[in-house]
Every structure is written in C-alpha cells, then in structure tokens.
C-alpha cells in the first residue's frame, strides 16, 4: 500500500496528461472554443477516456517506473499502453455514440500527444535528476576525480551508474580507450581523451584521484600492460570483475568495483564448456565429492549443485570445512538436496557404509595431501591417505556399482620428484587399472597448481606482504602453472561428462608463470615497490621441489579431444598382479610404521620417481602443445 501512496503523484501526473492530450487532439480539429454541440460530446466522452486510458496504464505497469530511471523500456511501455488505451477508447466511444462528433483526425492525434506529454517529462526529469548535482559536487569537492579506462558498455554503464548516484563519491572526468575512431567523442556526456598511453600525462594534468579498469573482457596480456601503466601514476585503480564472475550478469554499476587480483593477471580467456552434456551427466544423479571440504572440492560442491543432482553427498575429514561448506551449499542452494558426512577415505568402514547408504552414481575424488615438503618427512602419512585412501573409495565404489569415478590428480605426478607426485601417481595406475576390471568408469584429471588455494603461493604471498616482507621464494627461475579454481572445477567436470573410461585428461594450464614475477606483481598490487618496499630473498629449493613442472610423461602420446582446453594423455600399461603385491605391501609397511620400506615401495610402483633430496631440472619441458 506504501507503493500505491508513492506513486500518487505520478498517476495524477498522467491522468492530468490523458486529459491535456484527449483536449488538444479535438481543439486541433474543431479549433477554440469549441461549438455546443461538440462541447457537449467532449465533456460526457472525456471522463470514460481518462479512465480507460488510466486503467490500461495500471495494467500494463507503467506506474511502477522509476522516473529517474527512466529508458527505452519505459518508452516501450508507454507506446504499447497509448496504443491499447487508443484502441479501448475507440471500442467504448463505438459503443457510447457510435463516434458521434468525435473526428476521426482525433483519434490519429490523440495517442502521438499522449505519448510526447508522458514521455517528455520523465526525461527531463532524468537528465535532471543525473546532471543537476554535479555543480554542486565540484563546488564542495567532496568527490573523487575518476578517469574510465575503456569506452565500450561497460564503462558506459559504469558512469551512467555514477552520474545517476549522487552519493557516490566520484565524478567521472573522462575515458581513455585504444579505439581511435572514438577519441574526440563522449559518451554520456563526458570526453573520451585518448590512447592508453597517454594515461600518466592525463592523470597529472587533470588531477585524477583514482582510475578505473572497465575493460571486463581484456585478456591477462592487456591488464598486464594497463597495470604497468596504472603503477606508474602512482594513484590508487580499481577494476570491474570478469564478465563470467560479474553478480549482476551484464549490469555494471559501482557496487561491482575491486582492487585489481593477481587473477586479472594471470587468468586467462574464459573457458567455453558444454554444459548441455555436463548437465546431462550430473542431473538427477547422486554424486559424491570425497575431499568436499577443500579448495578444489568445495567449488566441486558449488558447480554441481547448480546442475540439479538427486543429491550431493560431501566426504570431508575437517570438520570446520565441512561446516562451512554445508553452511554455504544450503544457504546458496536451499532445495539441493545435501548429506554432509564427516569421515577419511582412509577408514574402510565409514566408506563403504557411506557408499552403501546413499549409493552415489559419480564419484570426484579430490580428498588428498598436497603439500610437497611437509610430505617428504610424512611418507606413511602421504601413503595412507592418496594410495590406500584411494584404493578404499575405488574398491568400494566398484562393489556399489558407481557409473563414473572422476580422479583428481596433478602435475607433480609427472616424473615425481616427490613424495606427494609418487602417491598421486600411483593412485593415478590403480585407477587405471580397476578401469579394465570393472563396470565403473574411471576417468583420472591432471593439472597444475590453482591459484589462491589452501596452501598454495599465493595464500603466501599476501600474508608475507601483510606483514611488511620479505616475499621468499626458492628460485629466481621457478616457474608453475596456474589456473583459477572456478576454471579447474568447470574443466573437471567437462572431461567428466567427456570420459569413457580410462583417460587420463590434461587440462590446457597456458604458459608457465615465473614465480619472481608473482611475487613482483602481488608486491605492486599492493602498493608497494619490490626491493624498496618489501625485499624479495631466494631460499633455495625444497625437498622434492622442482625448477619446472611438466603435465605429461614423454611416453604418454598426447591426442586432442572435443574440447580445446583438454588434452588426451594416453595411459601406460602395468601388471595387475604385481600392482596388487606392491599396494599389500605398502598396506602392511604403513601398519609397521617402516618409512624405509615405503619409499623403496614407491620406487618399485614408479620407476621413474627421482627421490634425490632437491631435483631440479637444467632446463625446461618441452613446451606444450598449446
């Protein structure tokens, strides 16, 4: 009822408008004054034309437009409201006189005044509403001088929003944009200056106090190059979110604006999947995500509830994980359907129960150690948890006739310098295997490190900064590849829906990044200058730790499949039998507690590990295929 009280004056407005537009269609055809007879006629008519015309207005929602708002869809409204009010006039008058006295030129004029009188008002009110304050913003100075990098709808949206705020803060100066046939132009209202390049000099000559990044669609070469630019005006930049990440879709608006990440950098083109097939795989299905708790697995968790399963059952061992994630799974997505179940891959009674219970029809194993020298000195623990764990969800998987079994495995599993590559590599051919004797397909995903994960770099990097230095990284040359995690979830599920059974899927990583330059970058996003600010110091490499990180053993062919950003890694073959012995074997060193054992174990499960305390390579893999 509020609403109704709100928009009185607006309905007056137009009932006053009706009138005015319905007097002058017949004043233009009789002239002023009017005759007797026709004076009669317009008076009994006019009534039932005010209250035709308004009631098709309340139909059709024209007063719930906000006038500062105001745009072509309110025009839309307008003209589709105009036309039916006109032609339930002409029904009613048909039926009230049969148009007696009432020209017909009237009815022409009648709804092209209309919809000037209504039309007209709210866009002045509009360019009144976003331009009457600036004068008197400039005069207070309480705004900050803001200067759009890129001309093109976003930041068109972006100053539109500005302009339309009046307690925004900013006061948008003018764009800088590459296009050259749009310099000397303006877009809503205000100038577009020139190249990039140009950046520092317009920012000093114009007192800019912040600059934003409205290019959503740049690729991390383009922000690279408009950051560099940005650091050296030595004013603080923001930027606007992928246009895949963006809350409100398309919209842009200045709530949407952020500190620039070290993932506008790093990132790549946004990855095109098929999700017609993936959803095919996973609707109406129970799936289960082993390891839901953690970075990978949690945005598992989240992709998959979008895709409508029967139902997710999350295996998580970390409590507090688990907590949170359910928390935000049920409060994201209150009708899926969730069973948070807090158990280890590596206790066999608790799977099986929990395969038995909700017997899942995909499985996504993402439950495993990672951290590569805290593993050197854990060798049992690294086992029991990626080799026995994993032979625990397989053999339990199979025995509960699960479709499809999806391994997460990763690039340190390659010619394994560690503890950690070795047990995921052998988790790797034990999958392999059980997928030559078994109904369930077993589909293994290999990539590399994910930015901004639980205890990744990154994580790091930021805390070290925080604190004020120094960032240490290991070696001036180490490079990795990396990937956001949104991006690693999309693609696991891509070669998900792709695989028949055996694969090992390689997800395109791009081009390795050097480390030094992620530290020099994040230092900068920071504000900082690297070595002046915040030092960076070279610890040397770590155990099992090496220079560059390959993604495919040189004896895996690699073919190409549906999808540009997967790659087919053909597996080798191993003997079952003395696959078997070995996994017995490593069983029964964990359950004697003997390391020595394990590791000798492991060299006899993967031959090509290099267990040297530092490894690093002279020079680099050869390049991917990509």
């Given at each position: 009822?509020?609403?109704?009280?709100?928009?009185?004056?607006?309905i007056f407005?137009?009932?006053f408008?009706?009138?005015?537009?319905w007097t002058?269609?017949i004043i233009?055809r009789y002239g002023w004054?009017?005759?007797?007879?026709?004076?009669?006629?317009?008076?009994q008519?006019?009534?039932?034309?005010?209250?035709v015309q308004?009631?098709?207005f309340?139909y059709?929602g024209l007063?719930?437009?906000i006038?500062r708002?105001?745009s072509?869809p309110?025009l839309?409204?307008?003209?589709?409201?105009v036309?039916l009010?006109t032609?339930a006039?002409i029904?009613?008058?048909v039926l009230?006189?049969?148009?007696e006295?009432?020209?017909r030129?009237?009815?022409?004029?009648?709804p092209?005044?209309l919809?000037?009188f209504?039309?007209m008002p709210?866009?002045?009110?509009r360019?009144?509403y976003?331009h009457?304050?600036?004068?008197?913003?400039?005069?207070?100075?309480?705004?900050q001088?803001?200067?759009?990098?890129?001309?093109?709808?976003?930041?068109e949206m972006?100053?539109r929003?500005?302009?339309?705020?009046h307690?925004?803060?900013?006061i948008?100066?003018?764009?800088?944009?590459?296009?050259?046939?749009?310099?000397?132009?303006?877009v809503q209202?205000i100038?577009?200056?020139?190249?990039l390049?140009?950046?520092?000099e317009?920012?000093?000559?114009?007192?800019?106090?912040?600059?934003?990044?409205?290019?959503p669609?740049?690729?991390?070469?383009?922000?690279?190059?408009?950051v560099?630019?940005?650091?050296?005006?030595?004013?603080?930049f923001?930027?606007?979110?992928?246009?895949?990440n963006?809350?409100?879709?398309v919209?842009?608006?200045l709530?949407?604006l952020?500190?620039?990440?070290?993932?506008?950098?790093?990132g790549?083109?946004?990855?095109?999947?098929?999700?017609?097939?993936?959803?095919i795989?996973l609707r109406?299905?129970?799936?289960?995500?082993?390891?839901g708790g953690?970075s990978?697995?949690?945005?598992?968790c989240?992709q998959?509830?979008?895709?409508?399963?029967?139902?997710?059952?999350?295996?998580?061992?970390?409590?507090?994980?688990?907590?949170?994630?359910?928390m935000?799974l049920r409060?994201?997505?209150?009708h899926?359907v969730?069973?948070?179940a807090l158990?280890?891959?590596?206790d066999?009674v608790a799977?099986r129960?929990l395969?038995?219970r909700?017997r899942p029809?995909?499985?996504f194993?993402?439950a495993a150690?990672?951290?590569?020298?805290?593993?050197q000195?854990q060798?049992?623990?690294a086992?029991?948890n990626n080799?026995?764990?994993?032979?625990?969800?397989?053999?339990?998987?199979v025995?509960?006739?699960?479709?499809t079994f999806v391994m997460i495995?990763t690039?340190?599993?390659v010619?394994p310098?560690?503890?950690?590559g070795a047990?995921?590599?052998?988790a790797?051919?034990?999958?392999?295997?059980?997928?030559?004797r078994?109904?369930?397909?077993f589909?293994?995903?290999?990539?590399?490190?994910?930015?901004?994960?639980?205890?990744?770099?990154?994580?790091?990097?930021?805390?070290?900064i925080?604190?004020?230095g120094?960032?240490?990284?290991?070696h001036?040359?180490i490079?990795?590849?990396?990937?956001?995690?949104?991006?690693?979830?999309?693609?696991?599920?891509?070669?998900?829906?792709m695989?028949?059974?055996?694969e090992i899927f390689?997800l395109?990583?791009?081009q390795?990044?050097?480390?030094r330059?992620?530290?020099?970058?994040?230092?900068?996003?920071?504000g900082k200058?690297?070595?002046q600010?915040?030092?960076?110091i070279y610890?040397?490499?770590?155990?099992?730790e090496?220079?560059?990180e390959e993604?495919?053993?040189?004896e895996?062919k690699l073919?190409k499949?549906?999808?540009?950003?997967i790659l087919?890694?053909s597996?080798r073959?191993s003997?079952?039998?003395?696959?078997?012995?070995?996994?017995?074997?490593?069983?029964?060193?964990?359950d004697?507690?003997?390391?020595?054992?394990?590791?000798q174990?492991?060299?006899?499960?993967?031959p090509e590990m290099?267990d040297?305390?530092?490894?690093?390579?002279?020079?680099p893999?050869?390049?991917?295929?990509?």
């Amino acid at each position: 009822m509020f609403l109704v009280y709100q928009r009185i004056p607006v309905i007056f407005h137009d009932i006053f408008m009706v009138a005015l537009a319905w007097t002058f269609a017949i004043i233009i055809r009789y002239g002023w004054p009017l005759e007797n007879d026709v004076e009669t006629i317009f008076w009994q008519v006019l009534p039932m034309v005010v209250i035709v015309q308004n009631l098709v207005f309340w139909y059709e929602g024209l007063y719930r437009g906000i006038w500062r708002f105001a745009s072509l869809p309110d025009l839309l409204t307008i003209l589709r409201s105009v036309i039916l009010g006109t032609l339930a006039i002409i029904l009613i008058l048909v039926l009230f006189n049969r148009l007696e006295r009432i020209p017909r030129s009237s009815l022409m004029f009648y709804p092209f005044l209309l919809t000037f009188f209504l039309g007209m008002p709210r866009l002045f009110y509009r360019l009144w509403y976003e331009h009457s304050f600036k004068f008197l913003l400039t005069t207070a100075q309480v705004q900050q001088r803001m200067l759009v990098l890129g001309a093109g709808t976003s930041g068109e949206m972006l100053v539109r929003d500005m302009l339309r705020c009046h307690d925004g803060g900013y006061i948008p100066i003018g764009f800088l944009d590459d296009e050259t046939r749009l310099h000397g132009g303006k877009v809503q209202g205000i100038p577009i200056l020139g190249h990039l390049d140009k950046l520092a000099e317009v920012v000093e000559s114009l007192r800019i106090n912040i600059i934003v990044i409205a290019m959503p669609s740049a690729t991390s070469a383009q922000m690279q190059r408009i950051v560099e630019l940005c650091e050296r005006c030595q004013v603080p930049f923001r930027t606007l979110p992928k246009l895949d990440n963006m809350v409100n879709g398309v919209e842009v608006n200045l709530r949407d604006l952020r500190e620039v990440a070290i993932e506008d950098l790093l990132g790549r083109e946004k990855v095109q999947l098929d999700w017609h097939t993936i959803e095919i795989e996973l609707r109406a299905k129970v799936v289960m995500v082993s390891g839901g708790g953690g970075s990978i697995g949690a945005e598992l968790c989240r992709q998959i509830a979008r895709l409508n399963p029967t139902a997710l059952v999350i295996l998580e061992r970390g409590e507090f994980n688990l907590y949170q994630v359910e928390m935000q799974l049920r409060q994201e997505f209150p009708h899926l359907v969730l069973y948070a179940a807090l158990g280890d891959v590596i206790d066999t009674v608790a799977v099986r129960h929990l395969l038995a219970r909700y017997r899942p029809q995909v499985v996504f194993h993402a439950a495993a150690y990672k951290h590569v020298p805290l593993l050197q000195t854990q060798t049992r623990e690294a086992v029991r948890n990626n080799v026995l764990g994993t032979k625990n969800l397989v053999e339990a998987v199979v025995e509960y006739g699960c479709q499809t079994f999806v391994m997460i495995s990763t690039d340190k599993a390659v010619n394994p310098s560690s503890i950690m590559g070795a047990t995921k590599r052998v988790a790797e051919v034990f999958c392999q295997a059980m997928n030559e004797r078994s109904s369930t397909r077993f589909i293994t995903v290999r990539f590399g490190n994910v930015l901004g994960s639980a205890g990744s770099v990154v994580p790091l990097f930021k805390e070290q900064i925080t604190k004020g230095g120094p960032v240490t990284v290991t070696h001036p040359e180490i490079s990795r590849y990396f990937m956001t995690i949104p991006e690693a979830c999309q693609l696991i599920l891509q070669a998900a829906a792709m695989g028949q059974g055996g694969e090992i899927f390689v997800l395109d990583m791009g081009q390795p990044i050097n480390i030094r330059y992620l530290a020099e970058q994040m230092i900068r996003l920071s504000g900082k200058v690297p070595e002046q600010d915040i030092s960076i110091i070279y610890t040397g490499l770590r155990p099992g730790e090496k220079l560059y990180e390959e993604l495919f053993h040189l004896e895996e062919k690699l073919g190409k499949t549906t999808h540009p950003k997967i790659l087919l890694a053909s597996p080798r073959s191993s003997q079952w039998t003395e696959l078997c012995e070995h996994l017995n074997q490593l069983a029964l060193a964990c359950d004697n507690y003997t390391e020595t054992e394990i590791k000798q174990v492991l060299k006899k499960l993967v031959p090509e590990m290099n267990d040297s305390p530092y490894v690093q390579l002279t020079q680099p893999p050869p390049a991917p295929p990509w």
